[in-house]
């Protein structure tokens, strides 16, 4: 596969290739820690994928062999989140969480190495995730005085089930990619020089399937997870879809002629 360069950033790599992309965290000093400018450099790197037609599956992963990412940089951690050139303490990775949570396509995460923190929720909050057989997953928050009260523990709590996302929170022990799988927290195991190829394939094997479908799958167990919010996305979807039947066209088209709609002639399926 030849990866191109879709945009240059200066803590992330945004490539594609044909209808897959890719967004690489680049820290590797810092096993790809995550500074608020990586985190607004992947909103957008994601956007441009969200908005993008031609981009069917995106990828996650972290550049180098040892880590995907090892969650929120403490060395830029400030009192109230973390810091960047704009000397504004937060929490941006949420709003990260979010957009891959509600973004129409499947997000694969590939795992090579360290998946740690906040790192390993960017993992967990992505649809499926390909590790490679050196992966190690772990929460460290209690131990630096941080934790994830959203997705982080309620969702993780909906994946691997409460008892082990407590054991996970409470003892901040690290799991090998085989008993994240055992667990249920990740999809698939691959041979570290493998794992890109597997997660092609994978890729590959989803392009050859509706995304609309897709689109509708993840929208709806969103639904179920994500409360209103996951509602709300699955209901756009649903709304998507109606503005491009007649019925749908019918009603905006009766008001910008000023006229009455004829609803009559729609069948009214059971
Ligand atoms: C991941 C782990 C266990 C790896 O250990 P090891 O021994 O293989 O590597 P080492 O030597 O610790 O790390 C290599 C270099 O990367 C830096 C280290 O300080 C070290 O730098 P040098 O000594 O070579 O200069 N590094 C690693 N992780 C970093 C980080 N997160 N921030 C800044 N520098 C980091 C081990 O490295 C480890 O435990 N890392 C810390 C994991 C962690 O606690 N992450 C933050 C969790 S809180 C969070 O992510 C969060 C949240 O809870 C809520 C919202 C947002 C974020």
């Known amino acids: 596969v030849t990866w191109e360069t879709v945009k240059t950033y200066d803590w992330i790599f945004f ?11 680049n820290q590797p ?15 957008d790197a994601f956007t441009y994928c969200r908005d993008d037609t031609t981009i069917g599956v ?14 929120g940089d403490q060395s830029v951690r400030g009192n109230g989140g973390y810091v960047g050139n704009d000397h504004i303490a937060r929490l941006n990775v949420l709003d990260l969480q979010h957009l891959i949570r509600i973004i129409p396509k499947p997000v694969i995460a590939m795992v090579k190495g360290w998946s740690v923190g906040g790192g390993n929720i960017l993992q967990l909050v992505c649809d499926l995730t390909i590790a490679a057989d050196n992966a190690q997953f772990g929460q460290t928050g209690p131990k630096v005085g941080s934790f994830d009260a959203g997705y982080g523990s309620g969702y993780l709590a909906r994946v691997i089930g409460h008892k082990r996302a407590k054991e ?12 994240a799988y055992q667990m249920n927290w990740i ?24 995304p609309t479908a897709l689109r509708f799958i993840k929208a709806a167990m ?3 997870t994500d409360g209103l919010a996951g509602l709300q996305q699955l209901g756009g979807d649903a709304t998507m879809l109606f503005y491009q039947t007649d019925e749908g066209k019918e009603g905006r088209d ?4 000023k006229r009455k709609p004829d609803f009559d002639k729609y069948p009214k399926f059971p």
């Open 58 to 71: 995106i990828i996650l992963t972290g550049a180098g062999d040892k880590a995907f990412s090892s969650g």
């Open 187 to 210: 999809n698939k195991v691959a041979p570290l020089a493998d794992v890109e190829s597997v997660t092609l394939d994978w890729c590959n094997e989803i392009l050859t399937k509706s």
């Open 254 to 257: 009766a008001f910008n002629e």
């Open 29 to 43: 000093d810092k096993l790809n820690a995550f500074t608020p400018g990586m985190v607004q450099d992947m909103i």
């Open 15 to 25: 490539e594609r290739a044909d209808k897959i992309a890719k967004i690489t965290m």
């Open 168 to 179: 996970v929170w409470f003892l901040n022990h690290f799991y090998s990619a085989e008993e």
């Open 222 to 224: 969103n639904a179920d």
